[in-house]
């Protein structure tokens, strides 16, 4: 039995579930999320929660139920509060700005990195160092950050480069002088 798939998303106040065939759409303060129901479970709203159930009890059915589940349930989040990820650059010299929907990286190239947000996406800036993603679906909001991480991924040797916030870059040991005896 899946543990997650069995577990109902309670639907906080201000958002709201409709179901259209096998689509799901999640609406609240912050927008509206749609979902394509896979076969394999059946969605149903009771009162002010969604109870997913699957329909057999076969392997891919197994693997849905909990998968549907939870991107429902990061939907309701998305919706009521959002998603964000944070990101820093470490480097001298590097800085972002933001301007309307697009984001420009300075990160140590001959030219400066454009970076434009897909609909639904913010860019905050803070201290020109730090940089803030943040949108209603989690899956977007993670695949950009990780776009703009790509730009200039932290390399070992300095630490210098494009990572999230938290993240720890293991440092390697730089070449060790040659020390000879003739």
């Given at each position: 039995m899946s543990r997650i798939g069995n577990a109902p998303v309670i639907l906080p106040a201000g958002v709201g579930v409709t179901i259209d065939g096998d689509m799901l759409q999640v609406e609240g303060?912050?927008?509206?999320?749609?979902l394509q129901i896979p076969a394999q479970v059946k969605v149903q709203v009771e009162g002010q929660q969604v109870v997913v159930r699957r329909k057999g009890e076969d392997k891919i059915s197994r693997s849905v139920h909990g998968l549907s589940r939870s991107l429902i349930a990061n939907m309701v989040t998305g919706v009521e509060k959002g998603w964000q990820k944070r990101l820093e650059l470490v480097?001298?010299?590097?800085?972002?700005?933001?301007?309307?929907d697009k984001l420009t990286l300075s990160v140590g190239f001959s030219h400066p990195v454009e970076i434009i947000a897909?609909?639904?996406i913010k860019f905050a800036i803070e201290d020109n160092?730090?940089?803030t993603v943040s949108g209603t679906d989690k899956i977007v909001v993670g695949q950009v950050a990780a776009s703009v991480r790509k730009v200039r991924p932290p390399e070992p040797y300095q630490g210098k480069g494009i990572r999230y916030s938290g993240e720890y870059v293991r440092r390697k040991a730089g070449k060790a002088s040659k020390v000879g005896t003739k």
């Amino acid at each position: 039995m899946s543990r997650i798939g069995n577990a109902p998303v309670i639907l906080p106040a201000g958002v709201g579930v409709t179901i259209d065939g096998d689509m799901l759409q999640v609406e609240g303060p912050l927008g509206s999320l749609s979902l394509q129901i896979p076969a394999q479970v059946k969605v149903q709203v009771e009162g002010q929660q969604v109870v997913v159930r699957r329909k057999g009890e076969d392997k891919i059915s197994r693997s849905v139920h909990g998968l549907s589940r939870s991107l429902i349930a990061n939907m309701v989040t998305g919706v009521e509060k959002g998603w964000q990820k944070r990101l820093e650059l470490v480097g001298v010299g590097f800085r972002a700005q933001s301007s309307g929907d697009k984001l420009t990286l300075s990160v140590g190239f001959s030219h400066p990195v454009e970076i434009i947000a897909p609909e639904g996406i913010k860019f905050a800036i803070e201290d020109n160092t730090k940089i803030t993603v943040s949108g209603t679906d989690k899956i977007v909001v993670g695949q950009v950050a990780a776009s703009v991480r790509k730009v200039r991924p932290p390399e070992p040797y300095q630490g210098k480069g494009i990572r999230y916030s938290g993240e720890y870059v293991r440092r390697k040991a730089g070449k060790a002088s040659k020390v000879g005896t003739k």
